[in-house]
C-alpha cells in the first residue's frame, strides 16, 4: 500500500491545489480558461506525441487494453441508452449522466500510470488514449444532438470535423503514424516535445482541480450518486476483466483497471454547456468522482493486486 500511495497521493495534491487556488482567488477566475487552452492544445499534445512514437505496440498489451477500454465503453454507452425511457431524468440530465459513465480525465490518469508503470506504461496508456477519444466524443456528441437542449442537426461531415479539430486525437494519431512509420527520434524536436510533456501533467492536475463545482453535488445527489458508482465501482472490473479476456499482460491490466478507475472529464462540461447540455450536473459529476478516485484508485489496485 505504502508504494500505492506514493503514486497516487501526489496527484491528488496537485488537484487539491488547483481547487484551493481557484477558491481562494489566486488568480482570477478569467485567468484560467487560457491555462486550461495551453494545456490542452499545446503542453498535452507535447507529451503524447513522443510517448506514442516511442511506444512498443507490436506487442498484444496495447491492443488488449484498447479494446478492452472501448468494449467496455460500447457496453455502458448501450446500458444507458436503455435505461433511458426509465430514468426521470430530462434529456439535457440525461446527456450529462451519458457523458459521466463513459468519458473520463486522462490528466488524472496518466500521472497515476506514470507513478506505478514507470515510462513503459504511459507509452501503453497513451495508446490507449489514441483508441478512446473517437469513440467517446463520437456518442457523446451523437446523444447532445438528440437530447441537449438545443437538439440542433449536426451532418456527418460537421460531426467529423468537430471531432477532428480535438487537438488531443491529432497528437496520438500524429504520434501513430511516427510510430509505425518507425521514424527515428529528430534531435532537437523529441527534446522540444519532451520539455512540454513534462510541464503537462501537473499543470493539467492543477487545472483539473480548478475546475472543481461541487455546489450540484447535494441538490442532486441520487443522480451524481449513481453515475459515480458506475463509473468507479463497475468500470474498473468490467475493463479490467475484458483486458484479461483478451489476453493482455499484467501491465496491460493495470492499465485497463487505471482507466477505469479514473474521474469524469473536466471537457465534458465545456461540451454541455456548448451543446445544450446540464452543466451544473456535469460539473457535480466531474467533481464527485475526481473526489471519489483518490479514494478508489488505491482500492482497486489493491483488490486486484497490481502496482
Known amino acids: 500500500m505504502g508504494a500505492l500511495f506514493v503514486g497516487v497521493v501526489p496527484v491528488f ?17 478569467a485567468t484560467w480558461r487560457p491555462i486550461e487552452k495551453l494545456s490542452i492544445h499545446l503542453l498535452y499534445p507535447g507529451f503524447l506525441v513522443p510517448a506514442i512514437w516511442t511506444a512498443d505496440i507490436s506487442g498484444g498489451g496495447a491492443g488488449a487494453a484498447g479494446a478492452a477500454a472501448v468494449t467496455s465503453v460500447l457496453i455502458i454507452a448501450t446500458a444507458t441508452y436503455a435505461a433511458r425511457p426509465f430514468l426521470k431524468i430530462d434529456g439535457p440530465a440525461f446527456t450529462s449522466v451519458f457523458q459521466g459513465v463513459i468519458r473520463w480525465n486522462s490528466f488524472v490518469f496518466l500521472p497515476v500510470i506514470q507513478s506505478i508503470y514507470g515510462p513503459d506504461g504511459l507509452a501503453l496508456a497513451a495508446v490507449v488514449i489514441a483508441a478512446m477519444i473517437p469513440v467517446t466524443n463520437i456518442l457523446c456528441v451523437v446523444v447532445l444532438v438528440r437530447w441537449g437542449a438545443d437538439q440542433r442537426e449536426m451532418s456527418p461531415l460537421a460531426l467529423t470535423k468537430a471531432i477532428l479539430s480535438n487537438p488531443i486525437l491529432i497528437a496520438c494519431l500524429v504520434g501513430l ?68 479476456l483478451y489476453g493482455g499482460d499484467a501491465t496491460a491490466q493495470g492499465i485497463a483497471l487505471m482507466c477505469g478507475s479514473a474521474p469524469g472529464a473536466a471537457a465534458s462540461y465545456i461540451l454541455a454547456r456548448q451543446m445544450g447540455g446540464d452543466a451544473p450536473l456535469m460539473a457535480g459529476i466531474v467533481a464527485l468522482t475526481t473526489v471519489g478516485s483518490a479514494v478508489g484508485i488505491p482500492v482497486v489496485l489493491t483488490l486486484f493486486h497490481l502496482g
Request: aromatic content about 4%; proline content about 7%; glycine content about 10%.
Open 13 to 29: 495534491v496537485l488537484i487539491a491545489i488547483g481547487y484551493a487556488l481557484r477558491k481562494s482567488d489566486f488568480l482570477p477566475d
Open 177 to 244: 503514424a511516427l510510430n509505425l512509420l518507425k521514424v527515428p527520434r529528430v534531435p532537437g524536436i523529441s527534446d522540444t516535445l519532451q520539455l512540454l510533456g513534462g510541464a503537462a501533467l501537473p499543470l493539467g492536475l492543477i487545472v483539473a482541480g480548478a475546475g472543481l463545482s461541487f455546489a450540484e453535488v447535494a441538490r442532486r445527489r441520487v443522480t451524481i450518486g449513481a453515475v459515480s458508482v458506475i463509473k468507479l465501482v463497475v468500470t474498473p472490473p468490467l475493463m479490467w476483466g475484458l483486458c484479461r
